[in-house]
C-alpha cells in the first residue's frame, strides 16, 4: 500500500526529493517526537502550548523538539547541504 | 543567521499537503458527533458506573466480603454482650448549700504536701542538749541511713 506524503508535491525535484525524504524520516522518528515536531514546526504552537496539548511539561516537550530535529538534521543534511 | 534556524525555517517552510474539504467536513464530523456521547454523561450513568464497580467488587471477591461481614457481626455481638465501660457512680444526696460546702475541699487551705514547713510539727530537741560539731551530726545521719545493716559501730570500737 503506497503511502501519501503528508507534504504537498513541488515542481522542483530538488525540493521534491527534499519532501520525500523529510516524509520518510518523519516516518521514522518516535512518535513522541513526530508530534512534538508536526505542532512546533507547521502548527506554530509554543512549547507551553504543547506541553498543554500533549499533557506533558514544557522542558520535556522541548527535548523533544530537539531530539528529532536532531534526528532530521542528520538524515537530511546531505539534501540539505546540495540544495542550499 | 545560524545554521540550526535555518534549518528549522526550511523544515518550517515546506507546505503539508492540504485535507481535501470532503475528508475534512467528515472527520469534524465524526468528531462532532463523538464529543457529547463523552461529555454529556448525566449523573444517573455515572452512579450506575459506580453501582457496577461495587458489584463487580463485591462479586470478584465474595469469601472476603463474607468474612468481613461475619467478623463485624461477631465485633457487634461481644460489644452487646460486654458491661458498659461507663461505671454507675452510687447517687450522693445533696441536702443542701451546707453539704456541698462540707464536702467540696477548701481552696484556701493547700493539701498536706504543699504546706509550708512552719506549719509541720517541729522535730523534737532536746533542750539540754550540748552543742557538737557538724562532722558528727553528719555521720551519725549516714549510719542511721544504713538501717542498722552493719553488726558493729564503727566509730566507738
Same mark, same amino acid.
Given at each position: 500500500?503506497?503511502?501519501?506524503?503528508? /507534504?504537498?508535491?513541488? !515542481? +522542483?525535484? !530538488?525540493?521534491?526529493? /527534499?519532501?520525500?525524504?523529510?516524509?520518510?524520516?518523519? +516516518?521514522?522518528?518516535?512518535? !513522541?517526537?513526530?508530534?512534538?515536531?508536526?505542532?512546533?514546526?507547521?502548527?506554530?504552537?509554543? /512549547?507551553?502550548?504543547?506541553?498543554?496539548?500533549?499533557?506533558?511539561?514544557?522542558?520535556?516537550?522541548?527535548?523533544?523538539?530537539?531530539?528529532?530535529? !536532531?534526528?532530521?538534521? +542528520?538524515?537530511?543534511?546531505?539534501?540539505? +547541504?546540495?540544495?542550499? | 543567521?545560524?545554521?540550526?534556524?535555518?534549518?528549522?525555517?526550511?523544515?518550517?517552510?515546506?507546505?503539508?499537503?492540504?485535507?481535501?474539504?470532503? *475528508?475534512?467536513?467528515?472527520?469534524?464530523?465524526?468528531?462532532?458527533?463523538?464529543?457529547?456521547?463523552?461529555?454529556?454523561?448525566?449523573?444517573?450513568?455515572?452512579?450506575?458506573? *459506580?453501582?457496577?464497580? *461495587?458489584?463487580?467488587?463485591?462479586?470478584?471477591?465474595? @469469601?472476603? &466480603?463474607?468474612?468481613?461481614?461475619? @467478623? &463485624?457481626? %461477631?465485633? %457487634?455481638?461481644?460489644?452487646?454482650?460486654?458491661?458498659?465501660?461507663?461505671?454507675?457512680?452510687?447517687?450522693?444526696?445533696?441536702?443542701?448549700?451546707?453539704?456541698?460546702?462540707?464536702?467540696?475541699?477548701?481552696?484556701?487551705?493547700?493539701?498536706?504536701?504543699?504546706?509550708?514547713?512552719?506549719?509541720?510539727?517541729?522535730?523534737? %530537741?532536746?533542750?539540754?542538749?550540748?552543742?557538737?560539731?557538724?562532722?558528727?551530726?553528719?555521720?551519725?545521719?549516714? @549510719?542511721?541511713?544504713?538501717?542498722? *545493716?552493719?553488726?558493729?559501730?564503727?566509730?566507738?570500737?
Amino acid at each position: 500500500m503506497e503511502r501519501v506524503s503528508a /507534504f504537498a508535491p513541488a !515542481d +522542483d525535484p !530538488d525540493e521534491q526529493a /527534499f519532501r520525500t525524504a523529510l516524509n520518510q524520516a518523519l +516516518d521514522e522518528l518516535p512518535p !513522541d517526537q513526530r508530534a512534538v515536531l508536526h505542532l512546533k514546526l507547521w502548527e506554530g504552537l509554543t /512549547f507551553e502550548q504543547i506541553a498543554g496539548a500533549l499533557e506533558i511539561p514544557p522542558n520535556t516537550a522541548a527535548s523533544r523538539y530537539r531530539y528529532g530535529l !536532531d534526528k532530521l538534521r +542528520d538524515q537530511l543534511r546531505p539534501l540539505y +547541504d546540495e540544495i542550499k | 543567521m545560524n545554521e540550526p534556524e535555518t534549518f528549522e525555517n526550511r523544515l518550517a517552510r515546506q507546505p503539508l499537503r492540504r485535507v481535501p474539504a470532503a *475528508w475534512r467536513a467528515e472527520i469534524l464530523s465524526a468528531a462532532e458527533a463523538a464529543r457529547p456521547r463523552v461529555a454529556a454523561r448525566s449523573t444517573a450513568e455515572r452512579e450506575a458506573d *459506580w453501582a457496577v464497580g *461495587w458489584r463487580l467488587l463485591s462479586a470478584r471477591f465474595p @469469601l472476603a &466480603w463474607a468474612s468481613l461481614a461475619a @467478623l &463485624w457481626i %461477631v465485633l %457487634v455481638g461481644i460489644n452487646l454482650m460486654l458491661p458498659s465501660p461507663f461505671v454507675r457512680l452510687p447517687r450522693i444526696e445533696l441536702g443542701g448549700l451546707a453539704t456541698f460546702e462540707v464536702n467540696t475541699p477548701n481552696p484556701t487551705i493547700p493539701p498536706a504536701g504543699l504546706r509550708p514547713p512552719a506549719q509541720t510539727a517541729p522535730a523534737h %530537741v532536746p533542750p539540754d542538749a550540748p552543742a557538737r560539731p557538724r562532722s558528727e551530726r553528719r555521720r551519725e545521719i549516714n @549510719l542511721g541511713a544504713l538501717g542498722g *545493716w552493719l553488726p558493729f559501730n564503727l566509730f566507738t570500737s
